[in-house]
């Protein structure tokens, strides 16, 4: 089952798509787009909904937050329908030459998407012809994933910085004490509206933010005092009482988790990289 729907928030018109196997479902995807730019192209297991979504709008240029497939699944689809640039940032114009394989349940989920070798690499702007977007590499989620910030109106585009203030689960490769310093480093900007690809906030997100940064920093500061004692990731995972999402953890073959969060931690730690 198929879900498309669509808000608008001042000039910005948000698209959001969902597909279900078998009933509603219950994650969902936004495109933003704003003054003849379209930011992220969605999932590719809803690309007749996105196309249709965006084909009688004015697309003069294309931004990809970063590689994962439900942001970059359709850059195919929307250069075919509109002859303009894509952008990214230059790590996902390298990873999109050759995307990683995704598991089946994500292609189920999501869908898979091809490999672009024509995506235009950004570093600090992006402009159109009202706005000029600042761009904040914020990586931990993933390395190559980028924000976009208009001050002047103090928009924040998240990408997948937010999506809840409670996390339940992590991606294998995911370091959270790097989205740890992604998050204070965008809390140092003026925004008011969270623009969040999955979950958009237009009040209060500057706090929900925090309150993710809080939940993010007890987590990290309780799996490092058992790391430093000697336990093992399986004996922290245990001794505090952390359960798995099982229908999700057996759903993605173990690629999200929450034992991925203890890891993620724990790899930190190892790696030296620890949040300031």
């Known amino acids: 089952m198929k879900t498309v729907d669509s808000f608008k928030h001042n000039e910005v018109l948000g698209m959001k798509f969902g597909h279900g196997l078998f009933s509603k479902p219950k994650m969902f995807v936004h495109t933003y787009f704003i003054d003849g730019l379209l930011i992220d192209t969605g999932q590719s297991n809803c690309r007749r909904q996105v196309l249709s979504a ?11 937050t970063h590689y994962h497939e439900d942001h970059s699944g359709n850059i195919k689809g929307v250069k075919q329908l509109f002859d303009v640039p894509v952008y990214a940032s230059e790590k996902c114009c390298e990873i999109m030459k050759n ?3 995704i598991s089946l349940p994500q292609k189920i989920l999501w869908g898979n998407r091809e490999a672009q070798h024509n995506l235009i690499p950004l570093e600090n702007t992006i402009e159109t012809t009202n706005f000029t977007f600042e761009i904040h590499p914020i990586p931990g989620h993933a390395i190559d994933m980028i924000a976009l910030y208009e001050p002047n109106r103090k928009w924040l585009f998240s990408a997948d910085l ?12 995911e370091s959270m004490a790097t989205q740890i310093q992604s998050i204070k480093k965008v809390l140092n900007l003026d925004f008011e509206v969270l623009f969040c690809s999955h ?3 237009f009040k209060g997100g500057r706090k929900l933010l925090e309150k993710k940064l809080v939940f993010f920093e007890n987590f990290f500061e309780s799996v490092r005092v058992l790391h430093d004692k000697g336990f093992s990731p399986k004996e922290i995972f245990k001794h505090l009482g ?10 993605s073959s173990n690629s999200l988790s929450k ?7 724990v790899r930190d730690i190892e790696n030296e990289c620890l949040p300031s």
Request: charged share 20%; net charge positive; aromatic share 16%.
């Open 259 to 265: 034992f991925n969060m203890v890891n993620s931690v």
């Open 199 to 201: 979950n958009p906030q």
């Open 54 to 64: 965006i084909k009688d709008l004015n697309v003069e240029q294309v931004l990809i």
């Open 162 to 173: 937010y999506v809840n203030s409670y996390i339940g689960y992590f991606l294998k490769e």
């Open 242 to 251: 952390l359960k798995e999402h099982g229908y999700i953890k057996q759903f």
């Open 99 to 101: 995307p990683p394989r």
